[in-house]
Each structure stands twice: as C-alpha cells, then as structure tokens.
C-alpha cells in the first residue's frame, strides 16, 4: 500500500479545466482505452508522410481530434513512459535510464492507471505500458495480459473481454510493439515500400544494435527504412481491427479511445544515429489522436503544442475524477478538445535521455538545444523540420529568449 507524504500544488491552467470542464456534452461514466503504438514516430499518412500506408489509423484520425505537436518528454522507454504514467517531468523523478525503479523512486506518487482503478474503474494491461526493466508497478492494473507488447490481437480481443464483463467502466491500456526494432514486417506490408524511393540523404550508414557496429550500404540502409515502414502498415492494420471491434461492440460511442505513443519517435539514420535518446524533433515528436463521444470537433485538428505528460491531467479531467496525490506537472488540454484553434503553451520541454542536463525547448517555430556547457543551438522547425542546420548565430536575440524560458522552467510556458 502506497503512503501518501504530500499534497499537489496545482497548476492554474488545471484548475481552470477542471472549473470549466468541457463545453460539449458526453455520456457519463465513459470507459478509457489508450492504444499506444512503441517507437512510432509521425511517419504516417494523416501527419502528411507521401510515402507511409497507415489508412486505418488515417481513418481514425477523421473520427478523432488530431494534435499535429506533440513531443515526449524524454526520447527514452523508462523515462518518458514514467512522465505518462506518474505525471511528472524527468527533472522532478531523476528517471533517464531504462533500468531506473519508477516506484522505488516516485513512492509518493499514484500511477495512472491506479489511480482510475482507485475511482472505481476495471484496468486492464495488455502490452507495454511501462518498461518491465524499470520494477513493478503500485498494483496499477486488475488484469495483466503482457506486459513486453503485443503482436497480434487474441489477447487485446481477451484483454477487452475481460474488461466489459465487469459491471463498471473500464481502463484498457493496449501496447503494440511493431514498430520497436528489429524490424521483421510481414511480407504483405513490406511490399508496399520500395526501397528506391527513399532517400539516404543525411542519414549515417553506421548502424549500431546491441553493442554492434554495423556499416550500411545504401541499399541496406533504404531496405532498413521500408522494414520501419512495414511495420507501422503492421500495426495500423491491428489498430484499426481493434477499433472495428470496439464499434462493433458498441464501444465506440461510450469511450475515451487515444491512439498514439507511449514514448518517443525514432531518428532512422539521422543526426548520425538510428536510435533514440536525444532532443531532435524526429526523436521527440509524436502521434497523438483523442476521441472522445460527442465533441464535435472530431476529425479536426489541433496545432497546439502537447506533451506526453499532459495525457494523466487530461484524462482525470475528461473523466471527473479527483486529483491524485502528487502534482501532475502536465496540464489538461481539454481545452484544446473544446477549441482546437486557441492559443495554447509557448513551448515543450524535452531532455535527452542518461544526460538530464541536454534539454529541448520547442516553441511552434523553433528548437533550442542546450547541453548547458557547450553553445546552444537553433533549429526552424517549420522549414527545417529535421533540425540540421543550426542557426543560432543568425538569431542571438532569439537565442536569449529561449535561453531564459529555459531557465524559467516548462511552468513559464503554460497557456495564459
């Protein structure tokens, strides 16, 4: 049993959701299923890539509010997971490693899924919600199914079973993990890509797994982007048979269903990398789609700038259920469910992963990377959404500005 040692201090952006609440009316006690698809960045037909098949996510993205901006908090498994799942930022926990205990060193702290269990909600677990390595969680779920993600859907299908035979609303967290290297796609999705219409400009041919360096030829390095490809059309086929279930079930209409990530996007050869952990947009942006019934602003689009640690507040707003103990350090955008145009936060900040010190901040039209000791660097992220060319020497005054929202935190960039 968990022993609470403090009370939250609340943002004021969260009070004022939670006095507001929605402007639309939707049915009561509405069930949560978050669909998290690992390492998937926004290679995907909806966010524009010409060249990704994803038409059932693509579908959902017309039935569902679409936010275009959207980043981890940190492009690591353990440590972006735990931002989701207790709320709170990588400088309040200290977790940037895989292997760092999430409950050993948050025990104050009600992880999300316990928390709805705690209000009255059946949860279920099928897939990975949070990286096994990083310890047990505070009995977060009812029902665990897998815990390393999921391949198919007969356990989904089982986890869901599960979750309406209860005779109360349900918190079903489903964790794919297709899009998590290596990549084997099956033989029907990798024939969709073909090789010669990617292009190896700017990505490494150094390729590292495991401990070992691998030099690619540039064939090597087109077919390891088609299997990337593959495996999203993979997944995409089993998110939206798993949504057809849902609707075939009558779920669709009594449930707060998100589809997206529960952790970081992918660099795939940029930035001499093929991995993760740093703070390039490529690496910390993410999908992130939310449909929640009768909003009328499904099948928009919002370009106002999320964070993963957003999703906790969210979800205890949209579902009326009181705060948890700790401070949740993410702020409620339902707001942004009832308007999708409204202004909203200045910035995201991202951190690299095992290197607390590295730190992103993303404002619409810029990222500020900053180690602390080395000069900070400046990427238009609008005409150069890859983040290669640095122009911090032509913006000095720019540079200052968000040298000081740095320092001033992620709470100096809250919507007014």
Partial sequence: MIVHSFKSSIPLALIVSFLCGCSFEKPEKLNVVYICIEDMSTDLGCYGHPIVKSPHIDRFAKESLLFEDVHCQVALCTASRTSIVMGVRPTTSGIVKIDDPMLET???????SRHFRDNGYYAVRVGKYTD???GPLDEAFDTTYEEWGVESNELVFKGLEEAISQDRPFFLAVGYKQAHDPWTPSA???ALYEPSRISVEHRTSRFQYKGEVTELSERQMQEMVCDYYG??????RLVGSFLDELKGRGLFEKTIILVGVFDHGFSLGYHERWGKTNVWDIETEVPLMVRVPGNPNNG????????????YPTLVDLCDLPLPPQELEGTSFVPLLDHPDRAWKKAAFTHGAYNLPLTG???KAYNLVHDGEKAPMLFDRVTDPLNLIDISSEHPDLVSDLLELKQAGWRAALPE
């Fill in 188 to 190: 029907e999705s990798r």
């Fill in 132 to 134: 096994p390595r990083s």
């Fill in 361 to 363: 901040v993303k404002t």
């Fill in 106 to 112: 948050l025990p104050n702290t009600v992880s999300l």
């Fill in 300 to 311: 928009k689009r919002s370009s106002g700038i999320v964070e993963l640690v957003d999703v």
């Fill in 231 to 236: 495996e999203i059309s993979d997944v995409d």
